[in-house]
């Protein structure tokens, strides 16, 4: 009943001591049994009686067993009768948990087959290309110094304050803000600030409005927190806010989500007159617009649009944005910019969620900041995903204009792409994934049953050889099932 591995991390008695709480737990070595002695159990078990006594000893400390003199040693009388279910090897938990939860089904979505080759995302930086060195340089000069232990320790729940002053005068210069240090809140990533600032909005109840395309993470999360979700059209200006007018006179609105530089997912860029129209309907009926900027950096045609916050002087836009495009999806920073009242309630809820960040790895991006590291990797991005995407839509046009269509994206790291009515994306992701070429994301795009047919086809990722490769697979694909 009880097996001994030797040689292993953990010391000979310690495996005893835990076979024997096991074998306690189970039934098996009932209330009041009488154990063996330890030099029998050490003849039984071909170890040192040391060993056994060692054992004995910390299981009589903890309770679990009793030593009376003269008569032996005992599985402690104390302990409540357990129902022995048979011997089991080794411990494993049930595959079913035995009490009720709440499984919240609407936030179970299909789990993507694991990459095994080739994977074509919705649009993800390139982790080949993160500033690696750049990183570890910075993070190892900040650990590396004594007077930074202090950052060891439990820190301010806004995050790091050299983040914060740093981000402060880093998004004046290059998105025209005028925030102070105590209007941001640093998070893991977007969709922390999106959850936090959903919760705040929507504990008890009301409406958000959503394009009828639309990020389904963030759908998913004004859902879970309570919104009522209602959907207006967008068009190759974005999202219409004249239909968000009309529901603002109907109804009390209390959000409005919006991806105004890149709209996620069909990659169009909100024109200047639907922005000053959307700020201009916040300030008439007080509702709150939750400007996701997810990849402001990467804009290959022009100057990119200022953000809605830049002209809203109103403070009705809580914007939310992330380093992680630009660095490495696995460097979870992101940041909110609110008015400060807003800033405090999220900072105070992120506290009982996620205590703080992880300040050593924030001071460090924010010395990449300060030295410029930031932004010529981004540069350097900014560059290469340009390439990748132009080499991308004409391997598209090329080969598969016959059976899709789609708009040159003017930023991002994906395009839009709408296939014939009579094809599936479903089948061609079947007969991908037996090509090794895995498409994750696509039942995502149409969650409300448009009939759109389109998905996000991300090229950022993508090396020229692999862009080609996927081109190829998805054309043996669309031809197979098209004949």
């Known amino acids: 009943m009880i097996k001994i591995k030797r040689g292993g991390e953990q010391a000979v008695y310690l495996q005893i001591h835990n076979a024997l ?6 039934g098996v070595l009932a209330s009041g049994l009488r154990l063996p002695g330890s030099r029998d159990m050490a003849v039984q078990l071909s170890v040192h009686r040391k060993t056994i006594v060692a054992a ?3 299981l009589m400390s903890q309770g679990w067993i009793a030593s009376v003199p003269s008569k032996g040693t005992f599985v402690s009388g104390q302990l409540p009768e357990v129902k022995p ?3 089991v090897q ?3 938990f049930s595959e079913n948990a035995p009490f009720g939860f709440d499984r919240i089904e609407a936030l179970h979505r299909r789990e993507p087959a694991l990459p095994s080759g080739l994977t074509l995302d919705e649009g993800t930086p ?14 190892r000069s900040v650990i590396s110094r004594k007077y930074n232990s202090k950052h060891l320790n439990y820190g301010p729940f806004y995050g790091d304050l050299s983040l914060r002053e740093v981000l402060v005068k880093h998004l004046q210069e290059t998105r025209g803000l005028r925030c102070s240090v105590d209007q941001i809140l640093i998070t893991r990533g977007s969709q922390m600030a999106m ?17 009828e395309t639309n990020y389904i993470a963030a759908s998913l999360t004004l859902e879970h927190a309570g919104a009522q979700v209602m959907q207006v059209s967008v068009d190759e200006k974005g999202l219409v806010t004249h239909e968000v007018e009309a529901l603002c006179q109907e109804y009390t609105i209390r959000s409005v989500y919006v991806t105004s530089h890149h709209h996620h997912p069909t990659t169009v860029t909100m024109s200047a007159e639907r922005r000053m129209h959307l700020v201009e309907l916040s300030r008439e009926y007080g509702f709150a617009i939750l400007e996701d900027d997810y990849d402001y950096d990467f804009h290959y045609q022009r100057a990119p649009l200022l953000p809605l916050i830049s002209i809203a002087s109103n403070g009705n836009v809580i914007y939310m944005g992330a380093l992680c495009k630009i660095v490495a999806p ?4 992101g940041y909110i910019i609110a008015p400060k009242d807003f800033i405090a309630s999220a900072g105070h809820l992120r506290r009982i969620i996620d205590r703080q960040g992880d300040a050593i790895m924030e001071r460090s991006i924010a010395q990449m900041i300060q030295q410029g590291d930031l932004q ?3 540069r350097k991005a900014l560059k290469l995903y340009h390439a990748r995407r132009d080499h991308f839509c004409n391997l598209l046009l090329e080969h598969l204009s016959d059976y899709l269509s789609f708009k040159i994206p003017e930023g991002g790291m994906a395009v839009w792409v709408i296939l014939r009515k009579e094809l599936s994306w479903s089948a061609i992701a079947e007969f991908c994934l037996k090509k090794d070429l895995v498409i994750p994301n696509y039942q995502n795009y149409d969650r409300t049953k448009i009939g759109h047919n389109g998905i996000r086809m991300g090229f950022a990722s993508l090396d020229l050889g692999e862009q080609q490769r996927v081109v190829e697979i998805l054309k043996e694909a669309i031809i197979s099932i098209a004949e």
């Open 90 to 92: 080794e411990a494993r």
């Open 330 to 333: 696995a460097i979870r920073i």
């Open 195 to 211: 959850y936090l600032s959903s919760q705040l909005l929507h504990r008890e109840g009301g409406i958000s409005i959503v394009g």
């Open 126 to 139: 390139d982790v080949r290309i993160a500033p690696v060195t750049e990183i570890f340089r910075h993070y």
């Open 376 to 378: 010529r990797h981004s």
């Open 21 to 26: 709480i096991h074998l306690i737990q189970q």
């Open 85 to 87: 279910e048979g011997l």
């Open 56 to 58: 004995y000893d910390e």
